[in-house]
T-cell receptor, first 110, second 115 residues
């Protein structure tokens, strides 16, 4: 099974700052890649996904992620965060089953 | 409104008791999953089912059991054999599974506390 590494455990930033969360997985081959978000008190929900095609993927709420096959990476970005982006973010990789990273808690200060 | 329901939201049990967590979906998905979420560990797969009357162990199946008698239902039993059962349990479903798996949809979770 894949091992998924998220580089940051907790990120704190101010509104309007840019956000980048790192995600690496352990080995190549055909994979599907996901970022999920868990807002306080809410369901885990899909932020964006990559199956094939353009490696730059746009998701909801202004998020995007870039798949770099040679680096086994799928980093999440947002140019300008808002207070409402405070949440826990999970990277997940699917080859024959879905494996999740440990999660990154993002706190945005107003 | 399609989705996944889990009940109850909070559950308290005494050590040594078995407890069953409910998961129902009306998305007509074939595959269903149970995960356990612990702080700093992400989500770990307990069991999954690709089709009715069939299920497979995930990464941490010891101390848990499941059944899949109906497409829409996938209950999880936390047995007294589970060494550290206190956790947040998430149920999910997807249209397909395996390498071509579609995205998973998650329920609201059940927080189990065993004392």
């Amino acid at each position: 099974a894949q091992s998924v590494s998220q580089h940051n455990h907790h990120v704190i930033l101010s509104e309007a700052a840019s956000l980048e969360l790192g995600c690496n997985y352990s080995y190549g081959g055909t994979v599907n890649l996901f970022w999920y978000v868990q807002y306080p008190g809410q369901h885990l929900q899909l932020l964006l996904k990559y199956f094939s095609g353009d490696p730059l993927v746009k998701g909801i709420k202004g998020f995007e992620a870039e798949f770099i096959k040679s680096k086994f990476s799928f980093n999440l970005r947002k140019p300008s965060v808002q207070w409402s982006d405070t949440a826990e973010y999970f990277c997940a990789v699917n080859d024959y089953k879905l494996s999740f990273g440990a999660g990154t808690t993002v706190t945005v200060r107003a | 409104d399609g989705g996944i329901t889990q009940s109850p939201k909070y559950l308290f049990r005494k050590e040594g008791q078995n407890v069953t967590l409910s998961c129902e979906q009306n998305l007509n998905h074939d595959a269903m999953y149970w995960y356990r979420q612990d702080p700093g560990q992400g989500l770990r797969l307990i069991y999954y089912s690709q089709i009715v009357n069939d299920f497979q162990k995930g990464d941490i199946a010891e101390g848990y059991s499941v059944s899949r008698e109906k497409k829409e239902s996938f209950p999880l039993t936390v047995t007294s054999a589970q060494k550290n059962p206190t956790a947040f349990y998430l149920c999910a479903s997807s249209r397909t599974t395996g390498r071509s798996s579609s995205e998973q949809y998650f329920g609201p979770g059940t927080r189990l506390t065993v004392t």
